[in-house]
């Protein structure tokens, strides 16, 4: 049972290089949603999903995309990577919204860029 | 708005000891609180939940945490730390408008167990 499932797991990016970090849910989850997690500052919600074909800013956006083509795929992308975009990323999903279910995370992606 | 505020970015403690970490909200509505633990690098999980029905409640892997409404805390509590304790336990907070439903996430506090 795979649950949660980023890719990659680690990505050095030079300023300027765009990319595309990939979540995958197996366990039919509506909810998606990307937070980033910086020393000192905890999780912070930088985009989420309510459904397919569905997306909403979180409270840091800026400098991100999604998309969510799929119910059980929710793709963030950096268009052109900053060294402040450096950061570990992680991915959620929940049956519903987080008072009802718990968020099940994926083990995060690093991303350095320089 | 809704906030969290976790006291102590690192607390340690001997193995055997009680474990508390500390927790207070920021809420004009009654909240709804969680404690999630994050292992080294590995995703965050739910230890536990504060729906608004028990005070006191009950987690995984012997912790319990108690809603405070007087003092706007839910402290998290150990009887005895184990070494396997050791990891970074976050406190949050359902937000209620704007991202509406989604969790805000305390600072964290990393736990050290010395055996």
């Known amino acids: 049972n795979a649950g949660v499932t980023q890719t990659p797991k680690f990505r050095v990016l030079k300023t300027g290089q765009s990319m595309t970090l990939l979540c995958a849910q197996d366990m039919n989850h509506e909810y998606m949603y990307w937070y980033r997690q910086d020393p000192g500052m905890g999780l912070r919600l930088i985009h989420y999903s309510v459904g397919e074909g569905t997306t909403a800013k979180g409270e840091v956006p800026d400098g991100y995309n999604v998309s969510r083509l799929k119910k059980q795929n929710f793709l963030l992308g950096l268009e052109s990577a900053a060294p402040s975009q450096t950061s570990v990323y992680f991915c959620?999903?929940?049956?519903?919204?987080?008072?009802?279910?718990?968020?099940?995370f994926g083990e995060g992606s690093r991303l350095t860029v320089l | 708005a809704q906030s969290v505020t976790q006291l102590g970015s690192h607390v340690s403690v001997s193995e055997g000891a009680l474990v508390l970490l500390r927790c207070n909200y920021s809420?004009?509505?009654?909240?709804?609180l969680f404690w999630y633990v994050q292992y080294p690098n590995q995703g965050l999980q739910l230890l536990l939940k504060y729906t608004s029905a028990a005070t006191l409640v009950k987690g995984i892997n012997g912790f319990e945490a108690e809603f405070k409404k007087s003092e706007t805390s839910f402290h998290l509590t150990k009887p005895s730390a184990h070494m396997s304790d050791a990891a970074e336990y976050f406190c949050a907070v359902i937000r209620s408008g704007g991202s509406q439903g989604n969790l805000i996430f305390g600072k964290g506090t990393k736990l050290s167990v010395k055996p």
């Open positions: 959620a999903s929940s049956v519903g919204l987080a008072v009802t279910g718990e968020l099940f």
């Open positions: 809420s004009s509505v009654p909240p709804y």
